[in-house]
């Protein structure tokens, strides 16, 4: 068998060990950048987070990334504690400290704080919230296309937990990549309520088919910003588009599969299920929209 990958498998830097960790309103070394067994975000999962990706000395889609991160802090009535300057500051001082110029990627994270009992309602965290950065020199190194395993855990209902938000409780996700790793995968491909095909644990998906590119309806997806760079590019590039509900039918019998994300921009996807995709390498709508994708990352930093 093949050796595992991963969407989010990086080159080593040895660089990584001496980086400092914007928390709470200060870089600190790495091995300082702790926080409390009490923290609500280690107890319970209460917190939201974002990805970042530097490239060539700017955050790519800085102010969508920061939409998505204070429209989550709202619907789960958490106040961050800096307002979007603050943010965008705290973003530029880590980066700064780290002399990060490029193919650097942080991982923003705020929870409801420390609690003063090790208990759910959220009156008990008083001190205000906890703000991390992690900024990591971070080259994606994916050696071949992803191998996809359906599993049973399903992107759920909004009325459970909402799949849009960003949130710190990752458990299903996790429980997803758990099982496609026992079926010999390299992630799971996750199906909606209803039994359509939707994403994956860490990813949103896409197949191509006849020269059309398929995803999600979005109803029960994250609401991806790297995925919606992709749905604009193809709409201002003359490729058909279509948010749809499809079966995993339609999928095993896709010319393409790809992921994205804002690490791996676009990933190609060679397997689902055992059924080779295509010819099991990267399609020429992927790469298509790779191209498209990185000058469109190069236009937004200019």
Not at 83 to 99: F, H, I, P, Y
Not at 107 to 125: A, D, E, N
Not at 131 to 139: D, F, L
Request: with cysteine; glycine share 10%.
């Amino acid at each position: 068998m093949t050796e595992h990958v991963t969407t989010h498998q990086a080159e080593e830097d040895a660089r990584n060990e001496q980086i400092l960790i914007w928390l709470n309103g200060r870089p600190v070394p790495k091995a300082e950048a702790v926080v409390s067994v009490y923290d609500s975000g280690f107890m319970l999962g209460d917190g939201v987070w974002e990805g970042l990706r530097l490239y060539d000395g700017c955050w790519a889609f800085l102010d969508d990334h920061l939409d998505r991160l204070f429209e989550a802090a709202k619907a789960i009535d958490l106040d961050i504690g800096l307002d979007r300057e603050g943010v965008k500051n705290a973003l530029s001082e880590t980066q700064k400290t780290n002399g990060m110029t490029t193919d650097a990627h942080a991982r923003l994270m705020v929870t409801r704080g420390p609690k003063v009992r090790p208990f759910q309602h959220p009156s008990l965290s008083q001190t205000g919230p906890t703000v991390a950065i992690i900024m990591e020199h971070s080259k994606p190194s994916i050696p071949r296309p992803i191998r996809l395993a359906t599993v049973p855990h399903i992107r759920g209902l909004p009325m459970t937990q909402d799949p849009k938000l960003n949130s710190h409780s990752k458990l299903n996700c996790i429980l997803a990549c758990i099982a496609a790793e026992k079926a010999g995968a390299d992630e799971g491909l996750m199906l909606d309520v209803n039994g359509f095909v939707n994403t994956t644990n860490a990813c949103n998906f896409f197949i191509v088919r006849k020269g059309e590119v398929w995803t999600s309806t979005g109803d029960y997806c994250m609401n991806g910003i790297t995925r919606q760079k992709v749905i604009d590019l193809c709409r201002d590039n003359g490729i058909p588009v279509f948010e749809r509900n499809y079966s995993l039918v339609d999928t095993y019998g896709a010319d393409e599969a790809f992921l994205t994300g804002t690490f791996g921009a676009q990933t190609p996807v060679g397997e689902i299920d055992g059924r080779t995709i295509g010819t099991g390498q990267m399609g020429p709508m992927t790469e298509r929209l790779r191209g498209l994708y990185k000058d469109l990352v190069a236009r937004e930093c200019a």
